[in-house]
């Protein structure tokens, strides 16, 4: 399975392989400084709401260790200045913010302003985000891998697997599991417009392992639900709302509006890391826009007129009336997810 | 406006918009051989329903020209076998069926055996086709335009337009219409994949006549409903059984599911000739099948993992309890389908 990062202890430093040159080139690239881990995740060499918050969790170890300050007060200032600018890096996964929350907890909880202890409970505590995040993508997988009959033939969209995560994934998880069960399953994989991360990086996880996988353009999804031939829908998420509302890649919406159609059971895989009780429904979520180019261009090329306008939302929301169980790290959620999701919290 | 094919008279010959190559470069390839034309409409350098079918009978019109027959009856064995040829270049729009029959006919009704005047019997009625798609499109652009409001926002999906027909287009032409009528309309283009007809030809149509038009991929119009930025959705057709169900491009029954969940009229445009009353349901109409490296491929360059299985239909089948019209060169025909399409052919 590849690995989406890795941590270096004698050097100090994560290495991230560079997911926009998946699948032509594994290459990774080491990031010991904390802009390193910034510049990577906006340039999506890492991506995943999982990925990058643990990503930037290590962001954040890399930010502490090169802070000299006289106090803890100034230390905390330096500190929140690198994890502001982490957490600005991309406005949708909660993820984000989430795992540089946890490390500024950890050092506010610290009875020490010794920088070496500071710094090693800061590592602990990334160490700590990313194997967790393994351990409850496989919970996470065990709860869900029920939902997938034997014989099964599962449609995802973008990628929420291993690569998207520490390791095992959440909705490629779940397939990972059922298989591990001993399950013949199948999956589709929706390529993913604009940066195809079904095509490249999906299709790359189910290939090497050895699941069945069938590629098709995104707008073939309804027509394939309405041949039968789809049992189920599982993606991952970006950020959940208190109501159960899912942001996740662009297209997840129009998937679940057709699984609804077609009566095919639509389920959402993530961490409870992915919940964020702070805002009441998915109209509350940041929806990221991101740069015309990736739509116009693909690899250098211009594949519609110059100057076109272009709108290129990178995540869509979808309320949570047409989701039928959210799969988290600590059980299945089911609807009424407002009252529900804060029971696991 | 670009046009997709001019006869050539002196030359006797079909020239060709070579639409692979659009939007980086416009190029006209000169066809005098209906072999020519097999190949252009088979590598897609014309599509489009009724622009292959006119291309088609042009085809039938070069292939007459060659023929040195010893009787009528050789010689319109000669004919069929070109006929059955240039049908069989594509599967699943009947205009091109549609057209070289109506040849036939005019072949089999005429009252002589001199070649040169079947010659310019065939080429007259390969004209007549050509003329009477472009005010047909016109009618229909005008029995159709009143179903955008000024200030409206259509959707629409691949490239119905001046492209894909003699000219003025018919999803398009209906836009044009409208435009012509004094209103203000916008229009999402869809991109298409895995061929950006949406991208590389309905942007450039609608640029080219300053309509205002913003370029989405496929996956992002079920959110653009959701966010209440389309009025309505207009699409063509390859063929419409006699129930009303029509193929259409891949990715146009998504759309027609999220329009019904959105309760946003969904219109489709098509000349009459696009009607098969000979098949009961859509269920009947064969879907084409392209290569998988269309899905797999972008200019060369490979998109996914070497290897990947394919699903690539080329059109899929939108079931008539979807559609709120169809807008046709014969008047607008409104459900029940089944009583009210054969009322018009």
């Keep these: ?24 080139e594994i290459t990774y690239v080491k990031c010991c400084e904390y802009r390193d ?47 502001r600018e982490l957490a600005a890096t991309r406005p949708t996964a909660v993820n984000l913010s989430w795992a540089l929350d946890r490390l500024l907890q950890k050092f506010d909880d610290a009875d020490t302003d010794n920088h070496g202890e500071l710094y ?46 520490a390791g095992y994934g959440t909705a490629l998880g779940v397939i990972r599991a059922a298989r591990e069960a001993g399950k013949n399953v199948s999956v589709y994989a929706c390529e993913t417009r604009p940066l195809l991360q079904g095509a490249r990086l999906t299709a790359l996880e189910m290939m090497q392992e050895n699941i069945p996988v069938t590629l098709i353009t995104d707008n073939m999804a309804g027509f394939l639900m309405a041949k039968g031939k789809v049992d189920l829908v599982i993606v991952g998420a970006d950020r959940i709302s208190a109501n159960g509302d899912v942001a996740n890649k662009i297209g997840t919406y129009g998937l679940a509006v057709m699984a609804k159609a077609h009566n095919i059971p639509f389920y959402v895989a993530a961490p409870v890391s992915t919940v964020d009780l702070k805002l009441a429904s998915g109209d509350e979520i940041p929806i990221e826009e991101r740069d015309h180019t990736e739509v116009t261009h693909h690899g250098g090329r211009l594949l519609a007129p110059a100057g076109v306008n272009v709108w290129n939302p990178a995540f869509d929301v979808t309320p949570h009336n047409l989701i039928t169980a959210i799969i988290t790290d600590k059980g299945v959620v089911w609807p009424p997810y407002k009252e529900n999701l804060k029971k696991i919290i």
Tied chains: 1, 2.
């Design 37 to 83: 881990i910034v510049s990577a995740i906006k340039r999506l060499a890492v991506r995943g709401a999982p990925a990058i918050g643990t990503a930037a969790a290590y962001g954040l170890v890399m930010a502490a260790r090169n802070i000299s300050a006289k106090s803890k007060k100034e230390y905390s200032y330096q500190l929140r200045g690198a994890a």
């Design 120 to 165: 090693g409970l800061l590592l602990e505590e990334a160490h700590a985000i990313y194997r967790e995040d393994i351990s409850g993508n496989r919970r996470m997988g065990n709860y869900g891998q029920g939902f997938i009959p034997q014989g099964g033939s599962v449609l995802t969209h973008c990628n929420a697997g291993a690569l998207a995560t």
């Design 1 to 24: 399975m590849l690995e989406a990062m890795r941590w270096l202890p004698n050097e100090e430093c994560l290495e991230l392989l560079d997911q926009t040159r998946l699948p032509a």
